[in-house]
């Protein structure tokens, strides 16, 4: 059982440049989000999708875009990369109710 | 605005002994769950242990344990007999909007274990 995958582990962008991280889940959950984690900030939602074909904004969504065509996966692109958005980058999915979160195992951005 | 605050930004603790994370929330919920995240050098996310609102057992896991006080919105993370593999940060996290919700996650603290 794979659970959450995340590709790349890691990835250098020159500011301006566009990239889709990718994230795929095998547990059949409904609810995915991407988070990202920076120094003393903790983890911030990005974006996050309650089914397929549903998908809205968390607390920091400026500079990315989501869709979620299938159950399974939930890409996150980065449309003009800037510096603010070195990070790293965490795709989780849960089950219904009060279910844990299962991430993936992060992707290093940093753009340059 | 629901919030999860961790006020220890570092702590470290000798090899065998106890040490307790806090984390307190703000909700105007009254059913919901309460998570502690681990996340080693390794970078991975790992769920250690939750904690049933309308349960008054604190939860256990092994040598990891919680300290909820409803009322107090408090909600600390006791590890015993710490390990060196026990060198981590530790997130709390609370789901606001109800069972539908999003995670949101303190600003974390980190723990060092000293031989």
């Known amino acids: 059982n794979a659970g959450v995958t995340q590709t790349p582990k890691f990835q250098v962008l020159k500011t301006g440049q566009s990239m889709t991280l990718q994230c795929a889940q095998d547990?059949?959950?409904?609810?995915m989000s991407w988070y990202r984690q920076d120094p003393g900030m903790g983890l911030r939602l990005i974006h996050y999708?309650?089914?397929?074909?549903?998908?809205d904004q968390g607390e920091v969504p400026n500079g990315y875009n989501v869709s979620r065509s299938t159950t399974e996966d939930f890409p996150l692109r980065l449309l003009s990369a800037a510096p603010s958005q070195t990070s790293v980058y965490f795709c989780?999915?849960?089950?219904?109710?009060?279910?844990?979160?299962?991430f993936g195992n992060g992707t290093r951005l940093t753009v340059t | 605005a629901q919030t999860v605050t961790q006020s220890q930004p570092e702590m470290s603790v000798q090899e065998a002994e106890t040490v307790t994370l806090s984390c307190t929330y703000d909700?105007?919920?009254?059913?919901?769950?309460l998570f502690w995240y681990k996340q080693p050098p390794s970078r991975q996310m790992i769920l250690v242990i939750r904690?049933?609102?309308?349960?008054?057992q604190n939860a256990t896991e092994n040598r990891f344990s919680v300290n909820f006080q409803k009322a107090a919105k408090s909600f600390s993370l006791k590890i015993s007999d710490s390990q060196l593999g026990d060198t981590a940060m530790y997130f709390c996290?609370?789901?606001?909007?109800?069972?539908?919700?999003?995670?949101?996650f303190g600003k974390g603290t980190k723990l060092s274990v000293k031989p």
């Open positions: 989780a999915s849960r089950d219904r109710g009060y279910s844990p979160l299962h």
């Open positions: 547990m059949n959950h409904e609810y």
């Open positions: 999708s309650v089914g397929a074909g549903i998908t």
């Open positions: 909700t105007s919920e009254n059913n919901y769950y």
């Open positions: 904690q049933e609102a309308y349960k008054q």
């Open positions: 996290a609370f789901p606001y909007g109800g069972s539908q919700g999003n995670l949101i």
